[in-house]
C-alpha cells in the first residue's frame, strides 16, 4: 500500500516522469486487513481485495514477483533477485515486514498469514472439524483464532503472554478479549510456547515447552514479523529497528546524513511523530502506509521538481494518528493514538462496562495518549481528537 500511495502522491504533486514499482508479490497492491477476516472466511478474489487503480498511476511499470537483492547507493544502481540491474535518480523503501517464523521443518499444514496468497492456502485448510493451533496471541493470532472457530474449526491459541493482545491493549482489555473468545470455544494456554512439530510430511500435532503434545491438523504461527531490510545491508543507512527518517521520511545514514533522493515508508520506517515526542518508533498500523507514502510522495515530488521548494515541503507538520481495527466475533474493536505510550496505572474506563461495550483511555502524565472502544465507534471520535490536541 505505502508504495502505491507514493506513485499516487507524486502524480499530484505534478510529477510526470517514469516510475517503477518492484515488488516480490505477483499481485498489484490490495487491502491487507480483510485477509484475516473476510478471505479467510469467504471465496474472495484478487480483485475483491486490490486497491482501485486510478488515472493518476496508470502510467506506472509494475515489475511484480521479483524482490530487489541489493542497493548501491553511491552508484544509484539496486539489484533485484533474477539478475538484472536498474538505475535510479530516487528510490522509495516500501518492503515492510514479513511473518516471523518458528525454526522447524516445513511441513504442510504450517501457515503464516500476511500475504493474500498466505490467506488463501490457510482458508482452503479451515473446514469444519479441523484441529486448529494459532501460535501467537496479538492481532493477527486472535483474528485468526476467532475466524477459524467461526468455520466450525477445534481452536488452541499458544501464546507466550499471558493474555491476548495484552501489548496493544493491556491487561484488562485483553482479559476481557480472551473472555469473548472462550465463550465461543477457543481455548488459551498462556505462557506456552511451541518447541516441535509432529507428523512426518504433515503437521499431525504440536509439542509445547513444558512436554505436553496437542493434536494438530493446522498450525498457524503469529509470533511476529521482521522488517524486510537485508537487501539494504550494505546501504550506509541506519537500520536499528526498521529504517530511520526524519519527518519527511527522507533516509538517515549511520553518520546523520539526510539522504533527499531516498525515502522510507509503512512499517519499515521509524519516524518520530510530535503528536506523541519526539522519539522516533516503527508504527504497524494499518494506516500508516498510507500516512507515511502521501508525506513521501509530496516531498519527493518537491525534490525531484528541483524548484526551490523541497525544504518548505519537507518543513511541513507531519504528525499521523495511528489508528487500528480488529472484528472477533461479535466484538468490535477500534482505537486511536499509542496505548502502549501509557503509564502503568495510566489505564481509566472512561464509557461503559468492560463486559459489554465501553471506551477505555490510555494515559502518560495525566495526558491521553491512547483510546480502544469496544463498539461505540461514534463516541470514540471526542477522544480521537482530544489525543490529537494533545
Keep these: 500500500m505505502?508504495?502505491?500511495?507514493?506513485?499516487?502522491?507524486?502524480?499530484?504533486?505534478?510529477y510526470a516522469g517514469p516510475i517503477t514499482v518492484i515488488g516480490d508479490e505477483s499481485h498489484l497492491p490490495y487491502n491487507r486487513p480483510p485477509l484475516s477476516k473476510d478471505v479467510l472466511s469467504t471465496v474472495v478474489s484478487h480483485e475483491a481485495v486490490a486497491f482501485p487503480q486510478r488515472a493518476a498511476t496508470a502510467n506506472v511499470d509494475w515489475m511484480l514477483g521479483s524482490p530487489v537483492s541489493s542497493v548501491d547507493v553511491a552508484a544509484h544502481t539496486l539489484a533485484t533477485a533474477d539478475g538484472s540491474t536498474r538505475e535510479w535518480r530516487a528510490l522509495v523503501v516500501a518492503t515492510g515486514l514479513r511473518p516471523r517464523r518458528l525454526a522447524l521443518p516445513p511441513l504442510a499444514g504450517r501457515h503464516t498469514l500476511r500475504t493474500l496468497d498466505d490467506a488463501m492456502?490457510?482458508?482452503?485448510?479451515?473446514?469444519?472439524?479441523?484441529?486448529?493451533?494459532?501460535n501467537g496471541s496479538g492481532f493477527i493470532g486472535s483474528?485468526?483464532?476467532?475466524?477459524?472457530?467461526?468455520?466450525?474449526?477445534?481452536?488452541?491459541?499458544?501464546?507466550?503472554?499471558?493474555?491476548?493482545?495484552?501489548?496493544?491493549l493491556g491487561p484488562v482489555l485483553g482479559a476481557e478479549v480472551q473472555a469473548r473468545h472462550e465463550a465461543h470455544?477457543?481455548?488459551?494456554?498462556?505462557?506456552?510456547?511451541?518447541?516441535?512439530?509432529?507428523?512426518?510430511?504433515?503437521?499431525?500435532?504440536?509439542?509445547?515447552?513444558?512436554?505436553?503434545?496437542?493434536?494438530?491438523?493446522?498450525?498457524?504461527?503469529?509470533?511476529?514479523?521482521?522488517?524486510?531490510?537485508?537487501?539494504?545491508?550494505?546501504?550506509?543507512?541506519?537500520?536499528?529497528?526498521?529504517?530511520?527518517?526524519?519527518?519527511?521520511?527522507?533516509?538517515?545514514?549511520?553518520?546523520?546524513?539526510?539522504?533527499?533522493?531516498?525515502?522510507v515508508v509503512g512499517d519499515i520506517a521509524r519516524f518520530p511523530n510530535t503528536m506523541?515526542?519526539?522519539?522516533?518508533?516503527?508504527?504497524?498500523?494499518?494506516?500508516?502506509?498510507?500516512?507515511?507514502?502521501?508525506r513521501a510522495g509530496a516531498v519527493l515530488g518537491a525534490y525531484l521538481a528541483d524548484d526551490g521548494s523541497l525544504e518548505d515541503v519537507a518543513?511541513?507538520?507531519?504528525?499521523?494518528?495511528?489508528s487500528f481495527w480488529s472484528n472477533q466475533f461479535d466484538l468490535s474493536i477500534q482505537a486511536f493514538g499509542m496505548p502502549g505510550l501509557a503509564d502503568p496505572d495510566?489505564?481509566?474506563?472512561?464509557?461503559?462496562?468492560?463486559?459489554?461495550?465501553?471506551?477505555?483511555?490510555?494515559?502518560?502524565?495525566?495526558?491521553?495518549?491512547?483510546?480502544?472502544?469496544?463498539?461505540?465507534?461514534?463516541?470514540?471520535m471526542p477522544y480521537r481528537a482530544q489525543i490529537a490536541a494533545g
Excluded at 145 to 162: H, I, P, Q
Excluded at 234 to 254: E, K, Q, Y
Aim: proline share 4%; net charge negative; hydrophobic share 45%.
Design 2 to 14: 505505502g508504495g502505491l500511495r507514493v506513485t499516487e502522491a507524486l502524480r499530484k504533486s505534478g
Design 121 to 134: 492456502a490457510l482458508r482452503d485448510e479451515l473446514v469444519p472439524g479441523a484441529r486448529v493451533v494459532v
Design 143 to 168: 483474528e485468526v483464532a476467532a475466524t477459524a472457530r467461526k468455520l466450525g474449526c477445534e481452536v488452541t491459541v499458544v501464546s507466550s503472554n499471558t493474555l491476548p493482545m495484552e501489548r496493544a
Design 185 to 263: 470455544g477457543v481455548e488459551f494456554l498462556p505462557g506456552r510456547s511451541v518447541v516441535a512439530l509432529l507428523g512426518e510430511s504433515r503437521v499431525e500435532g504440536v509439542v509445547l515447552d513444558d512436554g505436553r503434545e496437542l493434536a494438530a491438523d493446522v498450525v498457524v504461527e503469529a509470533i511476529g514479523a521482521d522488517c524486510n531490510d537485508e537487501w539494504l545491508a550494505a546501504s550506509g543507512l541506519d537500520l536499528i529497528d526498521g529504517v530511520l527518517v526524519d519527518p519527511a521520511m527522507r533516509a538517515i545514514g549511520l553518520d546523520g546524513t539526510v539522504h533527499s533522493d531516498i525515502y
Design 276 to 294: 506523541f515526542d519526539s522519539v522516533p518508533r516503527r508504527v504497524e498500523h494499518w494506516n500508516i502506509p498510507t500516512d507515511t507514502g502521501r
Design 315 to 322: 518543513a511541513q507538520s507531519f504528525t499521523p494518528m495511528p
Design 346 to 380: 495510566g489505564v481509566r474506563l472512561l464509557e461503559g462496562e468492560i463486559s459489554g461495550d465501553s471506551i477505555t483511555g490510555y494515559y502518560r502524565s495525566g495526558r491521553l495518549v491512547g483510546v480502544v472502544g469496544f463498539g461505540m465507534k461514534a463516541a470514540l
